[in-house]
């Protein structure tokens, strides 16, 4: 809908600049152009905002004057982004940048943000979230380089970029004191080391990813549970060689509201009880929890009353009970059921489960 309105936008300029006397032309640019763009540009995707740039030069006037508009850079996805984000940054406009938006761009590298760094113009001190997945061409020296340039970064993805160690968590420790938001799934060398100086630095932290940082134990991400005790969401999808001793300690987190343990194999019944105590959770995925039975789920039930989200997708020691405890205390509260693959479960047709929970939309979280 919104490029329909910029491409209608762009045709009416056009169309009325041939059709009007230059005066009226004149005063339609003076007038109406700025109120119009006013209104429309908040709702475009920057992309078009800065298409409409080139409509006119009352266009551009009015866009750059407007500072809301330059506090989001999106490279996502683009071709040559290291030269791109070198010359956004270099105009005037992006000077109050909140938002970088890199994730699967291309051409980016550690040497265009080593550049950035020696550009005595270039500040991000205004920039909040950072988003570098997969850009598999930065590595720890480029991390350094980018950080630094930015000390109150408060959200910080880093997904799918393999090459990075526990360096990079040092300098990130380093530059940015106030992060809130970490994504470091898929960064398969990032050990205990790198964790525990996570769980040293930020205190406040929120959200925190680890999705297949499979160098991870028990001993290294007890650092992070002990000591972040304000975090909200908990991503450990993948990571299956953690123990209940883990388990146990999320259960202390009182602000849990997104738990996701997919293929925890080592999970019990006993870590899942301790996990209830999160009486605030909303979405919690238990897929390939193959060690959980009813106990485990009734647990949950009665002690987490907000779940809207529940996969119990592949677990084959539940039954029709640990449904009979949900519904008894989550029946108006669960809007996803996933109970695919559990074979104990005898009443999981759309219609039974409709019958317990009458707010189910979701029969399916994994395919």
Known sequence: MAKQNFHGLCARFSSDSKMASPAADQAWCRDTVPRVMELVSPHLPQRDACALLAVSPWCYRTLVANPRLWEVLDLREMKNAG???????????????????????????DRHFIHLNEMS????????????????????????????????????????????????????????????????????NISDKGIRLIGNSYRALQKLNITRCVKLTDDGVHEVFQKCSSLES??????????????????????????????????????????????????????????????????????????????????????????????????YSLTTLDVNGCIGIKRRSRDDLLKLFPLLSCFKVHS
């Open 121 to 188: 113009r270039i500040s991000l001190e205004n920039l909040e979230l950072l988003n570098l997945n997969a850009c598999q061409k930065i590595s720890d020296k480029g991390i350094e380089a980018v950080t630094s340039l930015c000390p109150n970064l408060r959200a910080l993805s880093i997904y799918w970029i393999v090459g990075l160690t526990d360096l990079c968590i040092v300098h990130i420790t380093k530059n940015c004191k106030q992060i809130l938001d970490l994504n470091l799934s898929g960064c398969k």
């Open 83 to 109: 030269n791109r984000l070198i010359s956004a940054l270099s105009l005037e406009r992006y000077r109050h940048l909140k938002i970088l938006n890199l994730e699967f761009a291309q051409d980016i590298e």
């Open 234 to 331: 908990l991503n450990l999808y993948a990571l299956s060689s953690f123990t209940d001793k883990v388990y146990k300690e999320i259960g202390s987190l009182a602000n849990l509201k997104f738990l996701d343990l997919c293929g925890a194999q080592n999970l019990t019944d006993d870590g899942l009880a301790c996990i209830s105590k999160c009486g605030g959770l909303a979405y919690l995925n238990l897929t390939w929890c193959v060690r959980v039975t009813d106990a485990g789920v009734v647990a949950v039930a009665q002690g987490c009353q907000s779940l809207e989200l529940l996969s119990l997708f592949g677990i084959v020691g539940v039954t029709d009970a640990c449904l009979e405890a949900l519904s008894k205390y989550c029946s």
